[in-house]
């Protein structure tokens, strides 16, 4: 995923990916298995990496790159010192980390945390963004994915006891299901009330948050 000068093909790029994974997930819902467990890490740790690449993009594409919306309308802002990629970095980091960075290279450990929910809003507002309206419609959405998401990723990346213990902690504090034996079974079962696992809601959330931020 690259940024672009229209936000609709950026989010046609992110919505692609993933229904690539969405096909996935539907094919494994409610199934349990060796091969169910690698499918789950992988469309689990590449949703978490598909939303990263958007969100860097969408912001870096809206702070220098004046994008137009899938509405047609050119994105603005009132920061003129922002000509590239480096100074829209710069700021960004500024913004949310709080540090003033220095060097002639940023790293990517020195970049923001882009899958935080508060990233593209606060950089969004900080900026004055023309299109902040569509930002904050975006993520009004409700979902977990924001607050979720990273948890299961972080126990599907390293597996160990501790990144085990906090998806227990989401599955008895959020969804009442204290008995959960493994991580598995929270995200790839579905609860009473719904129609979906949670790794299909949140990767149909994802997807409409996309959209609505392009708009």
């Keep these: 995923m690259r940024r672009r000068t229209c936000l609709e093909r ?5 919505a692609g990916r993933i229904t690539q994974l969405q096909f996935i997930a539907n094919k494994i819902a409610g199934k349990r298995g060796d091969d169910v467990d690698c ?20 912001y870096l594409s809206c702070a220098f790159l004046h994008p137009k919306t ?36 940023i790293p990517p450990q020195a970049e923001p945390v882009w899958h935080e929910k508060r990233a593209l809003p ?51 504090r959020k969804y009442g299901a204290a008995k959960v034996l493994h ?9 009473a009330g719904r129609v979906q696992t949670l790794i299909q809601e949140w990767l149909g959330d994802m997807k409409q948050i996309g959209l609505k931020i392009c708009q």
């Design 70 to 105: 899938i509405a047609g309308q050119r994105v603005s802002h009132h920061n003129p010192s922002i000509i590239d990629e480096y100074r829209a970095l710069l700021y960004s980091i500024s913004a949310l980390k709080g540090k003033v960075w220095a060097a002639s290279r």
């Design 122 to 172: 606060l950089l969004s507002g900080g900026l004055a963004l023309s299109n902040n309206a569509s930002i904050i419609s975006g993520f009004s959405y409700r979902t977990t994915f924001f607050d979720e998401l990273p948890t299961m990723r972080n126990f599907y990346a390293h597996r160990s006891y501790g990144t085990a213990m906090k998806v227990f902690g989401i599955a008895a």
């Design 39 to 58: 499918a789950l890490a992988f469309v689990t740790i590449e949703a978490q990496t598909a939303w990263v690449g958007f969100a860097r993009e969408f």
């Design 183 to 191: 991580p598995n079974d929270l995200v790839n079962v579905v609860f």
């Design 10 to 14: 950026l989010n046609r790029s992110f």
